[in-house]
């Protein structure tokens, strides 16, 4: 590469680390996505610094904060791509497809893991509009992403895809921005597809959701037809903020946050009152603590210092917070000194519907891996976190996930962001259990309580009921797949609620799981039964009584708990057999016989042996009586018999890797 100067060449020095870089330049430290160049870098730099947004051009009304919403894959990315180019945030052709998605995980994955923020200013009718873009994720596991951007929104992006149509998570969003009266515009995509059937996909809508054919917007955001009539939309139908004063004392709301290494905390916020500028002093409602202003602008979708942010406008914040604990998401901040500062919003706070442990490959990373589940949770607040330790993995943690797919990317996470090596255990789900006696209920604190671990499960004397958790589930498909899914949902313990047709080929049903039939599996398998034509959606809905048990492994006797799990009484056989099988091609062989057992209560309902190594004894026996020979076998195995009453089976580490991993 060329260089128009010297200087740029020598003023450069970098570092790289993962999917980013650091970029060291006049004694300052700037974090660039691994892609960018150093004359790239420069010129960012350069623009950055000589930014000419001015914002308080732009009084309340002509402030637009809106998200996009669709289902996985409807080409959310692909749309904001499009807006940020029309708006000449960015140039057309120089930059990366899909340029939100900045994670790693999210380039190879294809999808969307966390909601990313871009301000861009619109010319409509001869009057510049500040237009706030939040891209939102699609899979259900992300749900949590989607509510807390749309809190900082007055309306939404609606896409559906022209081949696709309407799936699960579509509607999912849809009722997501309905209940929270948000300015709704129907948008369809992908109309340039050779199998796109845009009139069909219009019927769909508008038997779901309402929406008169004639007021949906019909887009290719690959190829930018009709885009731009997106943007004046946005202008027309979605109103700007409300209840917001610039006259009014500082003010806003905290609803996204990541960690920088060498700044701290930066925090997304929503201005609701007042002006904040460089150097004042706020407060945090939560936590109680007071910090200074060191940066702030906008998000273009780099970073862009601006001298001030005012009420209505969305923006970035530095101001020397240093721990995840002092980030909360949905929290207010406002100017230092007030007080009886009303909350602006009150988020529900996620819930988690998966737990797994989480544990060093190496107990001497544990440290290491103890700052990175610190860093990376406040990046994704709704993971929660508590310690728990293992006699066979050692320390570790025990983590709550939304779902399965969440807890894949969290660990693809932790390995490419931080580098740490960790093992996953099987997951499981969170089961309420109803205690017998108040000398129970006093040594537990209450008389129903929820147990995450099957390993802290209370002993089955003390047990009144066990509740498991349920979930709504709702499943849309092209009807020729009806009979196959049907018995998938059967065969998991589904019990369906409703069922209707939304267009002449798709029909969505409605089931009630129990959590734990969908945790794991279910997902691909209901994909492969429809050729990956269905599509998939859950909601919590509460605990109902059920006939659980606790299935413990033995060997030779001995209760192995790390490796006991809670399953349904109809399938705890074929768990346990699965379970034995697995242990007795990972467990070496001992000079005794091991005796693996799946236990419920005091009854063995699987069992597999590993035979013992041995000597072969007779080989000295030339021939003779055959007494010869059974006295010596006999004398072997008594030998063995005394071994195995006082010898440790001891298990390698290994085995509960291969055994506990997903």
């Not at 000419?52 to 904060?65: A, G, K, S, Y």
């Not at 894959?73 to 497809?97: M, N, V």
């Not at 993971?383 to 709550?400: D, M």
Request: with cysteine; glycine share 6%; net charge positive.
């Amino acid at each position: 590469m060329m260089w128009k100067s010297r200087s740029i060449r020598h003023a450069f020095k970098m570092c790289r680390c993962k999917s980013y870089k650091h970029v060291f330049w006049k004694r300052q430290i700037f974090l660039l996505p691994e892609h960018m160049s150093l004359q790239q870098s420069f010129q960012h730099y350069s623009s950055k610094s000589k930014s000419e947004i001015d914002l308080t051009l732009f009084p309340v009304e002509r402030i637009r904060n809106f998200s996009i919403i669709a289902h996985i894959d409807h080409g959310k990315s692909t749309l904001a791509d499009r807006l940020l180019e029309l708006t000449g945030t960015i140039s057309k052709g120089g930059h990366e497809a899909q340029m939100l998605d900045r994670l790693q995980v999210e380039r190879e994955r294809g999808i969307t893991v966390k909601a990313q923020t871009a301000t861009l200013v619109y010319n409509y009718q001869g009057n510049d509009y500040l237009l706030n873009l939040i891209d939102t994720p699609g899979h259900v596991d992300f749900s949590f992403e989607v509510s807390r951007s749309l809190a900082a929104c007055q309306g939404v992006i609606l896409l559906v895809d022209a081949n696709q149509g309407v799936q699960a998570q579509t509607v999912a969003n849809f009722f997501l921005a309905f209940s929270q009266n948000l300015a709704i515009v129907p948008v369809m995509n992908k109309i340039d597809l050779k199998n796109a059937d845009p009139e069909s996909v219009a019927t769909q809508m508008k038997n779901v959701f309402e929406f008169e054919p004639k007021n949906i917007l019909r887009i290719s955001a690959k190829t930018g037809l009709n885009v731009d009539a997106v943007l004046q939309s946005i202008v027309e139908r979605i109103p700007p903020p409300k209840h917001c004063n610039i006259n009014k004392p500082f003010r806003a709301l905290l609803f996204d946050s990541w960690y920088d290494r060498y700044r701290g905390v930066i925090a997304v916020i929503a201005v609701i009152d007042g002006i904040i500028r460089n150097g004042d002093a706020i407060s945090a409602k939560h936590t109680g603590k007071s910090y200074e202003i060191k940066d702030l602008g906008i998000l273009q979708p780099n970073e862009v210092s601006l001298s001030c942010l005012q009420a209505g406008q969305v923006g970035y914040v530095v101001c020397n917070m240093r721990s995840s604990n002092e980030a909360k998401v949905g929290d207010t901040l406002f100017k230092k000194g007030l007080t009886n500062v009303e909350e602006v919003a009150s988020f529900r706070q996620s819930k988690p519907m998966v737990f797994a442990g989480v544990y060093p490959m190496d107990q001497s990373e544990t440290a290491a891996l103890r700052s990175a589940l610190d860093k990376l949770t406040l990046n994704d607040s709704s993971v929660t976190v508590a310690k728990e330790s293992s006699a066979a993995l050692g320390q570790g943690w025990r983590l709550g996930f939304l779902g399965l797919l969440h807890m894949e990317v969290f660990n693809q996470r932790l390995e490419q962001e931080y580098g740490a090596e960790v093992i996953v255990t099987v997951p499981s789900v969170p089961y309420k259990i109803r205690l017998l006696g108040e000398k129970n209920i006093k040594l537990y604190g209450a008389r129903d309580i929820i147990v995450n671990n099957p390993a802290q499960f209370p002993d089955i004397s003390i047990i009144e009921q066990f509740f498991e958790p349920m979930v709504l589930g709702t499943i849309i498909t092209p009807d020729v797949y009806f009979g196959p899914i049907m018995s998938l949902a059967l065969d998991r313990r589904g019990v369906q609620i409703d069922s209707k047709n939304i267009d002449n080929s798709r029909i969505m049903m409605q089931f009630r799981f129990p959590l734990n039939e969908i945790a794991v599996d279910f997902y691909d398998a209901l994909k492969s039964l429809s050729s990956g034509y269905a599509s998939f959606d859950y909601e919590e809905d509460g605990f109902q009584e059920s006939d659980i048990v606790k299935l413990n492994l033995m060997l030779n006797g001995e209760i192995v708990e790390e490796l006991c799990t809670v399953v349904h009484v109809s399938k705890a056989r074929k768990y346990g057999k699965e379970i034995c099988l697995r242990l007795a091609e990972t467990i070496p062989r001992q000079m005794f016989q091991v005796a693996i057992q799946a236990v419920i209560g005091g009854k063995v309902v699987a069992r597999e042996n590993v035979a013992a190594l041995r000597k072969d004894v007779t080989a000295k026996c030339y021939g003779g009586d055959i007494s010869r020979k059974m006295k010596l076998l006999k004398r072997q195995a008594e030998g063995k018999k005394r071994m195995k009453s006082i010898a440790n089976i001891e298990i390698p580490r290994e085995t509960f890797i291969k055994v506990l991993k997903r």
